[in-house]
């Protein structure tokens, strides 16, 4: 920890802490208009997918070649975000990576977000939404389906949970303390508080259930994306076709969910002001670790397409061609290079791995995430086994409509103003767990 | 009916379809033009070319003079008309073998022999040329009531047909050189299993070997048909019976095991003891720590 | 050829349907098209109905009375379990294609598609650079390690003891799972409202013919297993001028040219002229066979065949 040069000039207190954090939950104007702009977008978007709904998925740009499209890339890159609630506060948490501790919660909110709205853009994507019941009542334990919705759901309990219990301490706090908030939101501090008053039974107990929730969630964790890898590796196309795709996915969610975590800390740091809290330290780290997650995506990457490539057997021929050389090349290979490579080579330097810079860098890294999924998805459809013939030309190609799009950009919405409302009723930054680790004594009174 | 059901669909489909075949001149070479049917118009022959007619060109020419060719553009030629039969031998010949536009070829497909068995078949239909019919054919006596008795050695899962009329004087006598069709009923069809010279000998009997491979029901049972082939000779005379000399077939119901592409009454049962032991035990946990959270109050309690 | 319907036939024309035709006369398609325009004057007591093979007729109401139906469910059931005893394979003979596509016309009207709505497509095939190019019809394959069914996460598609795979449009609940893991690409989705929704929206579903059909749901290639049930051949099979097709029971070795009518043994048909099936590798099964296009019945006439015309 030598290379934080800067020493910390502030000295804390946990007065000062709670005023810090608890703040901008009061007094930020930007947020409210922030969630009544995304409110307005969602309503926008909202109806696109009642076109859809109108009109059937033909209003898609997907048809029968294509036949996953937009949706479920972006299905795939949501669940990948997700996972950086795992990486943070459970792998490193377990590991007892100390600095992690005030950003383990913007990880979890980043998870619960991302996570329920993966669940609902699979709905979006169905052809017949009114029978979702059918996945329950009908449910075939052979389908990876059923699988996928099963972690899916569990994951997003778990990760839940994980947002709150490590939370409870401050919930304590903001019961007693944020006296001009709504008596809905009073209402809900006290019943998540669990009349918690630090005692040390108490403390014990709830440390306790937390380890359990952080080493439930690595098996699950893990099983969300691999399952998800499946939806694709299940299937015998050119592309999908390949027996690394879990591990594949997962190292890839690592990149996307880092990317997406250092993001999300900029703009706390910038318009909450925690500064003090959201130090450059973390941000280092966080570069250092995405580095780590990159490497590891690469040598997967590598693996995934050099080994067909090497062998380049007919079907993977066609397929690997388009995406080397063809009309997929650019997007390939820019996401690959401004998503990974050049994103280590920068982040290797130190300077790079200041706030702003890496937060520059996480954006680049996140969509070009998020095109990785479009490249993994579409291009496959494209290739069959057997020729694409007698169909109308729109048949043998991709590109999404204007309603796709919107509907797409109402997921994101979603995403963030979940986000946003739980950053506004919650602190995002564990006050108690900060001041543990300062070793400043405090006392939370019922 | 099927065929009136077929006809009339293709009414409507080839209305939209455009010409892809123009229907010009074919170049029949001098040489092949002057070529004979090296067979005999014989009955054998007749019956024999008949027989090929009906299951290779009938499916779009129609019967000879019928008109109830499949109607194409062009339409397939009425190949009992005089138009098409004032043709020598061998153009007739060039243009099976060639074929052209939606004629297919049947170079390979037919052997030179049948093609020359279907000419003489068309040949017998010539008005101009009937007299040249041969008629080198055993003769047999006026007879009526012509019967087929079927025998059958379970042994040798042979069959043994006889064919039978009543002459005048009341005796009944076998009728010699009759084709016979032993037909064994299928699903869509009749599998014939008659072989190459189905023709009755002097007794009128006629002896069939039923394929030993041949699968029938569970008890070995098949629907079997014996009849004149050539309704022209006396009419539709034919003689059903169930014969229980096929290979008995017990089918394996595939839905019988447990599969992977199985509905879900049928999945392999690792695989829901894995789902459900797995939901089981994460959701125990689950709700094991929702149980303790809501213990944390009550130590406050205690704490008190 | 009214007098050659049998009761049998009959009745199971119209039942599923849920109307029996009280006029003597209006039985077939023929005798439904003459009452239609005998009563064209009268638009509002008119009907659709749906023939055997596949045509919407509009008939007299007066000349219609309720029977007793073949409920849903029921209709349900028996498409579930398939036939028994059978096992439907089919055979095709790619050196008889020429191309004509009567079996896709076939199809889509008798499963209400639209032209680009392939249950069956004929493909212009070309396996590598130096060999020759060849029409291939492809249906599904009614697989018997069927990679389709193996994802369904409702039991939507499923295989049954005649080894047919159908679809039940009214589970499907739309996630196109199969549609990615058909190798053979032989199924498609309704994106939008299916061809004439509007004129069958009355009808009751027949699983076994996958019509009426349903917009947000998957639909492919049945083996035509509404008119198995009556002893017909599939409709493309009995639609080829060209004898390309053959269809049989597997269990009685014998499949029969929908063409030529003739029934031949499948396990010779298949040994004497060296039948395969597609992409063996992939270790689906199906239950269709080709024969090579060897000694061919037509010069191949295809177009161009180019690199994105095959891939």
Redesign the interface.
């Known amino acids: 920890m030598n290379d934080n040069t800067k020493p910390k000039e502030t000295t804390l207190s946990f007065e000062k802490i709670k005023q810090d954090v608890l703040r901008p939950m009061q007094t930020h104007r930007g947020l409210e208009l922030w969630i009544v702009f995304l409110i307005a977008v969602i309503a926008v978007c909202g109806w696109a997918y009642y076109v859809q709904l109108r009109d059937g998925l033909g209003v898609t740009g997907m048809r029968d070649y294509v036949s996953w499209g937009l949706y479920i890339a972006n299905f795939v890159f949501f669940v990948a975000v997700s996972l950086v609630g795992m990486l943070i506060s459970s792998i490193l948490g377990l590991l007892k990576v100390d600095w992690i501790a005030p950003i383990s919660r913007i990880a979890e909110i980043i998870a619960v977000a991302f996570v329920a709205v993966a669940g609902l853009v699979i709905v979006l994507d169905m052809g017949r939404p009114d029978r979702l019941l059918n996945v329950f009542i009908?449910?075939?334990?052979?389908s990876p389906i059923?699988?996928d919705v099963?972690v899916v759901t569990?994951y997003l309990?778990?990760s839940l949970?994980l947002l709150i219990?490590p939370m409870?301490p401050d919930l304590a706090i903001c019961k007693k303390e944020m006296t001009n908030a709504s008596p809905l939101l009073k209402k809900v501090y006290s019943i998540l508080s669990?009349?918690?008053?630090n005692?040390p039974?108490?403390h014990k107990?709830?440390h306790r259930?937390v380890r359990?929730?952080m080493v439930?969630i690595v098996?699950?964790g893990l099983a969300i994306h691999t399952v998800t890898s499946w939806l694709f590796a299940a299937t015998l196309r050119n592309g999908w076709d390949t027996t690394i795709f879990g591990p594949y996915f997962v190292a890839g969610a690592f990149v996307a969910g880092a990317a997406g975590l250092v993001i999300a800390m900029y703009f706390f740091r910038v318009n909450y002001k925690l500064q003090d809290y959201l130090t450059d330290l973390h941000f280092d780290k966080m570069g250092k670790l995405m580095v780590a997650v990159c490497l590891v995506y690469i040598y997967f990457n590598v693996n995934e397409f050099l080994v067909p490539g090497y062998k380049m057997k007919s079907g993977d021929n066609t397929h690997l061609k388009e995406l080397f050389l063809g009309s997929w090349a650019i997007m390939f290979w820019a996401s690959q290079l401004l998503g990974n490579i050049i994103p280590v080579i920068l982040m290797v330097n130190k300077r790079f791995r200041k706030p702003l810079p890496l937060m520059i860098i996480s954006l680049f890294v996140l969509a070009s995430a998020w095109f990785k999924r479009y490249v993994i998805v579409i291009p496959t459809m494209l290739h069959p086994h057997l020729p694409i013939q007698n169909v109308p030309d729109n048949f043998k190609h991709y590109f999404p409509t204007p309603i796709e799009i919107a509907i797409i950009v109402l997921s994101f919405a979603l995403a963030l103003l979940i986000m946003t409302v739980l950053a506004k009723i919650f602190p995002v930054v564990p006050i108690c767990e900060i001041a543990e680790k300062e070793g400043i004594d405090y006392k939370i009174e019922? | 009916?099927?065929n009136?059901?077929?006809i009339?669909?293709?009414i409507i489909?080839v209305l939209s379809l455009s010409a892809t075949v123009c229907a010009e001149g074919w170049d029949v070479p001098a040489s092949v033009k002057k070529k004979q049917n090296p067979y005999e118009l014989t009955k054998r022959n007749i019956s024999s070319g008949k027989k090929i007619f009906?299951?290779?060109c009938?499916?779009?020419h129609g019967d000879p003079g019928k008109g109830n060719m499949?109607p194409?553009q062009p339409p397939p030629t009425d190949l009992g008309s005089q138009n098409f039969l004032v043709q020598t031998d061998g153009e007739i010949f060039h243009k099976i073998r060639t074929?052209k536009g939606?004629m297919?070829?049947?170079?390979?497909?037919l052997s030179d022999e049948s093609k020359w068995m279907v000419i003489a078949y068309l040949r017998s239909l010539d008005k101009m040329k009937r007299e040249a019919v041969v008629t080198k054919a055993v003769v047999n006596p006026e007879v009526t009531d012509v019967k087929i008795d079927i025998d059958v050695d379970s042994e040798h899962k042979k069959l043994i047909a006889e064919l039978t009329g009543l002459k005048k004087d009341g005796k009944r006598v076998g009728l010699e050189g009759i084709e016979l069709s032993f037909l064994v009923k299928?699903?869509?069809?009749?599998?014939?299993i008659s072989g190459e010279e189905a023709y009755t000998n002097e007794k009128g009997q006629l002896i069939v070997q039923f394929?030993t491979?041949?699968?029938g029901?569970r008890e070995g049972q098949a629907n079997l048909l014996v009849k004149i082939t050539d309704e022209d000779n006396y009419g539709p005379i034919e003689e059903k019976r169930v014969v229980s000399i096929a290979v008995p077939?017990n089918?394996k119901?595939?839905?019988s095991e447990r599969a992977?592409?199985?509905?879900?009454a049928n999945?392999?049962i690792w695989?829901?003891a894995t789902?459900v032991l797995g939901?089981i035990g994460?959701?125990g946990?689950?709700f094991l720590?929702?149980f303790?959270?809501?213990?944390?109050?009550k130590?406050?309690?205690?704490?008190k | 050829?009214t007098q050659?319907?049998s009761d049998k036939s009959r009745r199971n024309f119209l039942k599923s349907f849920g109307v029996t035709v009280g006029a003597a006369g209006v039985v077939?398609?023929?005798s439904l098209l003459g009452a239609a325009k005998a009563a064209a004057k009268e638009p509002e007591e008119m009907v659709n109905l749906l023939t055997?093979?596949g045509q919407l007729v509009q008939v007299d109401k007066n000349q219609l009375r309720p029977t007793v139906t073949e409920p849903l469910n029921e209709l349900q059931k028996r498409g579930r379990e398939g036939i028994?005893?059978?096992?439907f394979v089919m055979v095709i003979d790619l050196?008889?294609c020429?191309n004509?596509r009567?079996c896709m016309?076939?199809c889509q009207?008798h499963h209400q598609l639209r032209a680009d709505q392939h249950h069956i497509n004929v493909l212009q095939m070309q396996d590598s650079e130096h060999t020759a190019p060849y029409f291939m019809p492809k249906p599904c394959q009614h697989c018997?390690?069927?990679?389709c069914?193996?994802v369904c996460p409702v039991?939507a598609t499923?295989?049954?003891?005649d080894?047919i795979v159908l679809i039940d449009n009214e589970r499907c609940i739309g996630c196109r799972f199969c549609i990615a893991a058909c190798p053979y690409s032989a199924r498609i989705f309704q994106w939008t409202e299916p061809k004439d929704s509007e004129k069958y929206k009355d009808l009751t579903y027949n699983i076994e013919a996958n019509v009426p059909q349903k917009k947000g749901t998957v639909s492919k290639c049945l083996f035509s297993a509404d008119r198995l049930r009556e002893?017909?051949?599939p409709s493309c099979v009995?639609?080829c001028?060209?004898?390309v097709y053959y269809?049989?029971?597997r269990?009685?070795?014998?499949?029969?040219n929908g063409?030529?009518?003739?029934?031949?043994?499948f396990s010779k048909l298949i040994e004497e002229n060296a039948g395969y099936t597609l992409m063996k590798e992939l270790g689906t099964k199906p239950r269709v066979y080709y024969l090579p296009p060897k000694?061919?019945?037509?010069?191949f006439n295809g177009d161009l065949l180019n690199e994105e015309n095959l891939h």
């Not at chain 2, 299928?186 to 014939?192: E, K, N, T, V």
């Not at chain 3, 028994?84 to 096992?87: L, N, Q, V």
């Not at chain 3, 000694?295 to 010069?299: C, I, S, T, V």
């Open positions: 009908h449910g075939r334990f052979q059923l699988w099963t569990t309990v778990i949970l219990l409870i669990f009349g918690y008053t005692t039974q108490q107990h709830l259930m359990t929730l439930l098996p699950v019922d | 009916m099927k009136t059901f077929n009339l669909a293709t489909l009906q299951t290779t009938k499916s779009c499949l194409l074929g939606a297919p070829t049947f170079e390979k497909t299928r699903a869509f069809g009749q599998l014939d394929p491979d041949l699968p029901d077939t089918p119901n595939i839905l992977m592409w199985g509905t879900r999945a392999p695989i829901i789902y939901v994460i959701w946990v689950i720590i929702l303790q959270l809501f213990q944390l109050s130590m406050r309690v205690k704490s | 050829m050659k319907t077939s398609s023929f055997a093979d028994a005893g059978k096992s050196s008889k020429r004509a009567k016309d076939a009207n018997d390690n069927p990679p069914t193996k039991d499923f295989k049954r003891q080894g002893d017909k051949l009995s639609s001028p060209n004898g269809f049989g029971d269990n009685e070795d014998a499949v029969t063409t030529t009518g003739v029934t031949v043994r000694d061919r019945a037509f010069k």
